[in-house]
């Protein structure tokens, strides 16, 4: 079982940057592929980015492309996700998730960002 916590989100004003941390229990950390999904609200769950087990591998959404860089700290059971340049279109819950294979089987609370103009 892993249980991940989400931290990092707050308001913030357009143009300006957040570091999202997704923290992990479980000695199979090391193991999984994580990603960041995100849900404005009357919207539908969407990708962010995902990155795998070694890290040395990661893919975006195109709208995160160049603006938020995933990593992860396997010593420290942590993924992160670095915002930059953050829009109003950005607001949103943001959900850390993991899994053996892809980034499905373990979901956090989320942490909200919002994003004022």
């Known amino acids: 079982q892993v249980q991940l916590v989400e931290s990092g989100g707050r308001l913030v004003q357009a143009g300006g940057s957040l570091r999202l941390s997704c923290a992990a229990s479980g000695r199979t950390f090391s193991s999984y592929v994580f990603g960041w999904f995100r849900r404005a609200p009357g919207k539908e769950r969407e990708f962010v980015a995902a990155?795998?087990?070694?890290?040395?591998?990661?893919h975006y959404s195109d709208s995160a492309k160049g603006r938020f860089t995933i990593s992860r700290d396997n010593a420290k059971n942590t993924v992160y996700l670095q915002m930059n340049n953050l829009q109003p279109e950005d607001t949103a819950t943001y959900y850390c998730?993991?899994?053996?294979?892809?980034?499905?089987?373990?979901w956090g609370q989320g942490t909200q960002v919002t994003v004022s103009s």
């Open positions: 990155i795998s087990w070694s890290g040395s591998s990661t």
């Open positions: 998730a993991g899994g053996a294979e892809a980034p499905r089987d373990y």
